[in-house]
């Protein structure tokens, strides 16, 4: 066998100190494809950018044809090894040939002056890439499949030994892709060329491969054969998927469409990720924009998230309208579906040829805004500013690939979405005949806590404009506690009221970060008791030890062995109340909790507020309150 022209030895890869993966064993030899696979944010890309030099390694070697990379110069290694990264940055007035001339200064120096040989290895670095013809168009106003064609041209000129390619097919049709994977062959096939690339479409790696590592979330396998790394159990492995997903991914013969693979962790588990209705939107607007423009309907759309996470996607259908065009993408949650998972957001999109706005609102679906507090102004359709921002980049972007310099008039749709609607928080905050089009990352995370954190702090917006002076805010973990409020304090119905959730700890931030003065914790004691150990957040995937808590507060009153034993194995707080009451110790047990969640109450506010708690039962009723509690309740009913 051939030396390895790239080469890994015990390497460990990660940022700061706590590697990513380590004892990472690979090589690829001349005339080789490695192929890296594995669900998105494993590390493939940080591994590429270990192997390039990019970041430093957290032990092990890397070695460059035989010698550590770390003995190179940057410009010694530049002419031996390149690197394609996806390209988003703007350039200033610069060619297709320019761009890719740049290639070249490893051998021209910092000056770029270009020889007579220099200026033919940039064209026959554009020729092979299959860009020869974009050579005088403005970077800029090239499609981003084009782009990926002159980078690769680009590290083509550098005439390295080793190019490192991280998902270079992003972004391209599958037309498209399977021109740029066959120019790979070329390269390495042809002229030599150890080409290491991270793919994360598997019928194109299959394809292309001529060995394989797979890089798992917690490590990285060695040099697999193709037949090894891509057999059933591997690839269920590999990205965690059950006997049926796989069916369902890999198990019929009809050509799929892309699925969005991007996965996070949530214990032993890998959870795919979806995008957002404001994603959808704005890959909808590109969509129907392209076909406007260029007279072609699109494969797939893609775009960059504010999360920096690429999704690509097929359209569900793109089309000629009267004054237009509109195309359509399905609502994707992932494995964190919601009520919006499956439904078609439609994005209808007219040329104005005559600005340069880009005008953006709200369709069929899509609710209105009816009051103060929200993203948008009362009478504004409900799609936040991140989505708006997010549409308007993609367009931009299709507008600077056609050199069209007239403006759009967008209207979203979703279809379905005033049915929908109605079994979301929408009409309760202000939303009113539709959803809303939401979304800060762009991408949906499972069990992320980030919408309902979203849909609390519209609520608090909402509440400070309610609230009098000194402003009172109650709080309530969910509807048990409302219920509760309207029975017992209906004297409170002016009071702005907002739900937590299970989120206690940063709702009361909110609070603090809203001015508010005197806030009242009104909750069932299931949940409630767990503030009593400064759990902040009461999800029972985060702490469930209500039992545990009644047992040591038992136990700090003079509860013998046998009634802390009975508490700790009681199934409900209901459970544990009957047997303090059988003991004739409820009332010094539910003293000594309540002091300890007014401490933590007091430990979070930070003294930004003044802050109590009030716990009661379905069962049992009115339970009791903190000491600050008593003191706001009494001065409420006074005022």
């Avoid at 491969?209 to 193709?226: E, I, K, N, Q, Y």
């Avoid at 237009?324 to 209808?348: N, R």
Wanted: glycine letters at 10%; a negative charge.
């Amino acid at each position: 066998m051939k030396e390895f022209l790239c080469e890994t030895q015990e390497l460990a890869i990660g940022y700061g100190k706590t590697p990513l993966a380590s004892g990472i064993a690979l090589g690829a030899n001349p005339g080789q494809i490695l192929v890296l696979v594995g669900p998105n944010g494993a590390g493939k890309s940080t591994l590429l950018k270990t192997l390039a030099g990019q970041l430093a390694p957290l032990g092990g070697t890397v070695l460059l044809d035989g010698q550590d990379l770390t003995a190179y110069t940057g410009t010694a290694r530049a002419q031996k090894l390149a690197l394609m990264l996806p390209h988003t940055r703007r350039t200033e007035l610069t060619t297709c040939f320019e761009f890719a001339a740049a290639g070249r200064i490893p051998y021209t120096g910092r000056l770029g002056i270009l020889s007579d040989a220099d200026r033919q290895a940039v064209q026959d670095a554009l020729e092979i890439a299959g860009a020869a013809h974009l050579a005088d168009r403005d970077f800029n106003c090239i499609s981003d499949g084009q782009r990926q064609r002159v980078l690769l041209a680009r590290a083509i000129c550098q005439q390295p030994k080793v190019l490192l390619l991280d998902e270079p097919t992003s972004f391209l049709d599958i037309k498209g892709k399977i021109e740029l994977l066959t120019i790979l062959q070329k390269l390495a096939h042809e002229q030599g060329l150890a080409v290491i690339v991270s793919l994360h479409e598997l019928d194109m790696a299959q394809k292309i491969a001529d060995a394989v590592v797979c890089v798992f979330p917690d490590h990285v396998s060695g040099v697999l054969t193709p037949d090894a790394a891509f057999a059933p159990d591997n690839i269920r492995a590999l990205y965690a998927l059950s006997e049926e997903q796989y069916t369902a991914l890999f198990g019929q013969t009809k050509p799929q469409k892309p699925t969005f693979e991007h996965y996070v962790r949530s214990g032993q588990k890998l959870l795919r990720c979806g995008y957002t209705t404001g994603t959808c939107a704005a890959l909808g607007a590109a969509g129907a924009a392209r076909l406007l423009l260029t007279g072609h309907v699109p494969e797939t759309v893609a775009l960059r998230t504010p999360k920096g996470i690429v999704v690509e996607v097929a359209p569900l259908f793109c089309r000629r309208t009267d004054t237009g065009a509109e195309c359509a993408i399905e609502k994707d949650g992932g494995d964190d579906v919601d009520v919006t998972t499956g439904l078609p957001v439609i994005a209808t999109v007219e040329l104005l040829p005559g600005c340069t706005d880009i005008r953006i609102d709200g369709g069929r679906g899509v609710g209105r805004v009816t009051k103060p507090g929200l993203d948008q102004p009362v009478g504004a359709a409900a799609i936040n500013h991140v989505p708006r921002q997010m549409i308007a980049e993609a367009l931009r972007r299709e507008a600077e690939a056609a050199c069209y310099t007239g403006g759009f008039a967008v209207t979203i749709s979703i279809q379905n979405g005033e049915e929908v609607a109605r079994r979301t928080f929408n009409p309760h905050i202000g939303v009113e005949g539709g959803l809303s089009v939401l979304g800060t990352s762009g991408i949906v995370e499972p069990m992320s806590q980030q919408a309902i954190l979203d849909t609390i702090q519209l609520e608090m917006n909402q509440a400070v404009l309610r609230a009098g002076t000194p402003k009172r805010l109650i709080l309530a973990p969910g509807n048990y506690g409302l219920d509760y409020l309207h029975d017992t304090y209906p004297a409170f119905a002016a009071i702005p009221v907002v739900k937590t959730s299970n989120f206690i700890g940063d709702t009361l931030d909110m609070a603090a970060s809203a001015g508010f003065e005197q806030v009242l914790l009104v909750g069932h004691v299931g949940k409630l008791v767990k503030v009593a150990g400064g759990i902040m957040n009461t999800h029972s995937h985060t702490a469930d030890c209500r039992t545990e808590l009644f047992c040591t507060h038992a136990a700090l009153c003079g509860a013998g062995r046998e009634l802390c034993a009975a508490l700790y194995a009681a199934a409900t707080t209901d459970a544990c109340l009957e047997l303090l009451d059988a003991a004739g110790l409820r009332a010094p047990v539910l003293e000594s909790l309540l002091d300890a969640i007014q401490l933590h109450l007091d430990r979070r506010a930070g003294e930004a507020f003044r802050v109590g708690a009030v716990l009661f039962s379905n069962q049992h009723g009115p339970l009791g309150a903190t000491q600050t509690a008593k003191e706001l309740l009494e001065q409420w009913n006074n005022a």
